[in-house]
């Protein structure tokens, strides 16, 4: 499994630096691909102090979890959930899924409607489910504080991210990526480029813009896996929420469920 950190410093200074970072869990100073968790955790260890926003989601819907008897305190059922095999995740959901009716087979949190996310269940097209089982350990391994869901005293600040709720603001609902190279077409290209022309005027509601050398743009262009620009993309919403009361989270966000950060 690859990974792609995209990391920036925040224009506003501190008394303790801290760097902005958007991590794609499948002005700008690097973009940096981790092929393994370990380097991914040396990457964010690497910086004292950092805003995070990441592709994976952070939590489960409360529904589901409460129908499977699961503890209903986050740190407890991250630890039930994690300890799991991915086998016994896909039975599980699975199970739940096929005693469910047609149109209503997924557990959905309150944060998938404004953000157009697949429920946090799903294992499969995306498989998000498996995502958070590798991605929520790691986070808590750092340690970094996750607001809304367990907030620690250090500099660290993890936020779930979603890319596809700001990319579909900038050019709707084109594709701008494919894993599968046959889909690696001219249109997804001309889409990415639009996207980052976008990103880089600031066109978003988000009222940043992105500041990018001419390499880096280059490689934004040329990543047609979309991995390097999906982690831009968590970075811009990571950098508005860090300039958010209360990272930007609604007030009663869900303790169980967590958030999309500007969503």
């Known amino acids: 499994m690859a990974y792609s950190a995209a990391m920036a410093s925040p224009r506003t200074p501190t008394s303790v630096p801290t760097a902005l970072v958007g991590v794609d869990f499948s002005s700008l100073q690097r973009l940096q691909a981790c092929a393994q968790h370990r380097e991914l955790l040396q990457t964010l260890q690497s910086e004292p102090a950092w805003v995070g926003g990441f592709d994976l989601p952070f939590g489960l819907p409360r529904a589901l979890v409460e129908h499977l008897g699961w503890p209903t305190q986050w740190a407890a059922c991250m630890d039930h959930y994690c300890g799991l095999s991915r086998a016994e995740i896909r039975d599980t959901f699975a199970a739940y899924t096929a005693a469910r009716p047609v149109g209503s087979k997924f557990a959905h949190r309150a944060c998938d409607a404004p953000a157009g996310s697949s429920p946090s269940m ?25 607001p809304g869901l367990q907030e620690l005293p250090v500099p660290r600040v993890a936020l779930e991210a979603y890319p596809g709720l700001l ?22 290209l001309i889409a990415r480029k639009d996207l980052i022309d976008a990103l880089e005027q600031g066109r978003s509601r988000l009222g940043l813009r992105v500041v990018l050398t001419h390499a880096q743009r280059d490689a934004l262009v040329d990543d047609a896996r979309g991995d390097a620009l999906d982690a831009v993309l968590c970075l811009m919403q990571a950098a508005w929420a860090s300039l958010q009361p209360g990272w930007g989270l609604p007030a009663d966000v869900d303790p169980l469920e967590g958030w999309i950060v500007s969503a």
């Open 122 to 146: 799903k294992w499969v097209n995306p498989p998000v489910a498996y995502m958070m089982h590798a991605g929520v350990p790691l986070l808590r391994a750092l340690p970094a504080s996750l």
């Open 167 to 188: 990319a579909r603001e900038l050019i709707g609902n084109r594709s701008y990526k494919s894993d599968d190279r046959a889909k690696q077409t001219p249109e997804r």
